[in-house]
């Protein structure tokens, strides 16, 4: 009887430790690049639509601000989309001021806030997003805005793709640095960033840490413990 529990035990142990070294984690690499697509993407209602209009104000009303170094504004919208593939219900907030040398305005930040949610093919995602992204090269000769800023991304992602059913509670950081921002398109052409990703599941959490290589093609790399992903930023 001694050696049947025993025996027993020995079995139970070696199931514990092939389930646990067989458990999925929280977040899969690929699933991780699914969700800084999302956040990021115009096509997924993601922030590069926000800082296409956060440019689009910083080169047309140049001429309202350039020498008010008091100027400041703020503006509110929506982000809907009911049909399709795609669906998403998002409010923005959305406020800027001006940096000043020698009297004359040499930088445009904006500071901005979102909340909603999104579904689509791969995932559904609900939540807020707050960040700031400071432009320059500013004047109308220059062919590109540089701009450099930050992005946290708290939320809740669902995903739906490949029969995978699972939510997990995630906080996207991204750090945006040397960003070249097309004057005609408004698009990123090119410009790094770092990544952190802290993800949360029903039993276990993990902390991923990447990169993002904005290509200058409507796309960008973004790179999670050494593999490489191509996403695409606009539609």
Known sequence: ???????????SLIWMTSCKK??????????????????MSTKDAGVCEDYTE???????????????????????????QSTGTRTYDMTMNLAWTVDCSGGQVNAVTFDYSRSGSYSGPRLTRSGTE?????????????????????????????????????SVSTVVTV???GLHVNKTTYEITEGTGTLT?????????????????????GQAT???NGTAYTIDLYN
Request: aromatic share 8%.
């Open 175 to 177: 750090g945006l640095s």
């Open 22 to 39: 067989n458990e999925e984690p929280v977040l899969t690499e690929e699933e991780s690049a699914d969700v800084v697509e999302s956040t």
């Open 197 to 217: 990703i802290d993800a949360t599941g029903e039993e276990n959490s993990l902390t991923l840490t990447g990169s993002i290589t904005f290509s200058g093609n």
């Open 1 to 11: 009887m001694k050696m049947k529990t025993m025996l027993l035990a020995a079995v």
């Open 130 to 166: 707050t960040g700031a992204l400071t432009f320059t090269n500013l004047d109308p000769a220059e062919t590109y805005l540089v701009a450099n800023g930050n992005l946290v991304a708290n939320g809740t992602s669902d995903f739906t793709a490949q029969g995978t059913e699972k």
């Open 222 to 224: 973004v790179t999670i």
């Open 54 to 80: 956060m440019a689009k104000i910083a080169v047309d009303d140049y001429t309202l601000y350039q020498f008010d170094c008091s100027y400041t504004d703020d503006t509110s919208y929506a982000i809907y």
